[in-house]
């Protein structure tokens, strides 16, 4: 048990749709960020929020966006969704920036079709 | 070509024997993390070293800073280790920002 929790757990949409997924963090987690991982590969880095802003981002399209919250939730949005997109997506969160140890969500299964 | 890189992909092992998963990165890092995955997708972090050694039961990390290299080892290995077990370095400079091996998928048959 980590403490950070996402929803839905999984989740089936449209090419074309847009989608977006949640995450809980643990009281007093600004950080935040945001992995997505095909099958059979390790996760890729989306994007990382820190205190409500966006404090770095990986190669993904601006299609793929993030909102963090005072409350230590966070979403990801994703618009015009490809089939190519299917993945778990994950959420990690951590007390700080640098160099602490990161919780990580039960991930969001995530399949367009 | 990816930042991290472990091996060795898939490992099988009986009850009882010495496991040993290696993971090189060729940047520099702020850090370097140990993180088990189940199946269903959760991630569980078992270390963050930035130098040395930690051990925690029956697992053991070590990190080597000059040739970039990190061994992660279970001892007397059960089949409740078997996992997907992930190396992830965080670079210098940057935020909390994890960057992944692939997995070492690893299968303790009893």
């Known amino acids: 048990e980590t403490g950070v929790t996402q929803s839905p757990t999984h989740l089936i949409k449209t090419r074309g749709q847009q989608v977006t997924l949640r995450c809980s963090s643990q009281s007093g987690h600004n950080t935040v960020s945001w992995y997505q991982q095909a099958l059979g590969q390790g996760p890729q880095f989306i994007f990382q929020?820190?205190?409500?802003?966006?404090?770095g981002r990986g190669n993904f399209p601006p299609r793929f966006s993030g909102l963090q919250f005072p409350n230590y939730s966070s979403e990801l949005n994703v618009n015009a969704l490809e089939l190519d997109d299917s993945a778990l997506y994950l959420c990690a969160s951590s007390f700080e920036v640098r160099n602490t140890e990161a919780f990580f969500g039960q991930g969001t299964r995530l399949t367009v079709v | 070509k990816n930042e991290v890189e472990q091996s060795p992909q898939n490992l099988t092992a009986q009850e009882g024997e010495f496991i040993t998963i290696n993971c090189s990165y060729s940047v520099g890092i702020s850090a370097l993390h140990w993180l088990q995955q189940h199946p269903g997708g959760g991630i569980v972090s078992l270390f963050m070293?930035?130098?040395g050694k930690k051990k925690h039961g029956r697992l053991i990390a070590t990190i080597n800073i000059q040739e970039k290299h990190s061994s992660l080892h279970i001892t007397a290995s059960h089949p409740r280790d078997s996992a997907v077990y992930i190396c992830a370095v965080t670079l210098s400079g940057t935020g909390n920002q994890f960057y992944f091996g692939t997995g070492t998928s690893l299968t303790v048959i009893p």
């Open positions: 070293l930035s130098s």
């Open positions: 929020y820190y205190r409500e802003e966006e404090n």
